[in-house]
């Protein structure tokens, strides 16, 4: 079984950017898709952006489109969120998760991090 850790939050201006890791143990990351998600206080937890087991495909929502980018390091079984030009609505706990077969709707991926916090102030 995996467990994943998230580091990289903090505070940042708008127009800032950070940078996430998500390193995991207990397992091997490349047989495993990974993805970001978010939560925001008084609301439910988003898909911000997933990744194939190879690194080859990438997804993305609306809101992270040309800003975020995600990558991973299988040698370092480590997952990244680069995020540049932040917003004051990106402030959110942010999550990587993991899942054997393809990331999809919250309630389907297995292993989560504990998450990292990440506000944008104006």
């Known amino acids: 079984q995996v467990q994943l850790v998230e580091s990289g939050g903090g505070l940042v201006q708008a127009g800032g950017s950070l940078r996430l890791s998500c390193t995991a143990s207990?397992?091997?990351?490349?047989?495993?898709?990974m993805g970001w998600f978010r939560q925001a206080p008084g609301k439910e937890r988003e898909f911000v952006a997933r990744i194939s087991r190879s690194g080859g495909t990438t997804l993305y929502a609306d809101s992270a489109k040309g800003r975020f980018t995600i990558l991973r390091d299988n040698a370092k079984n480590t997952l990244f969120l680069q995020m540049n030009s932040l917003k004051p609505d990106d402030t959110a706990v942010y999550y990587c998760?993991?899942?054997?077969?393809?990331?999809?709707?919250?309630?389907?991926?297995?292993?989560w991090g504990q998450g990292t916090q990440v506000t944008v102030s104006s």
């Open positions: 207990g397992g091997t990351v490349s047989s495993y898709s």
């Open positions: 998760a993991a899942n054997p077969s393809s990331i999809g709707v919250v309630s389907s991926n297995p292993y």
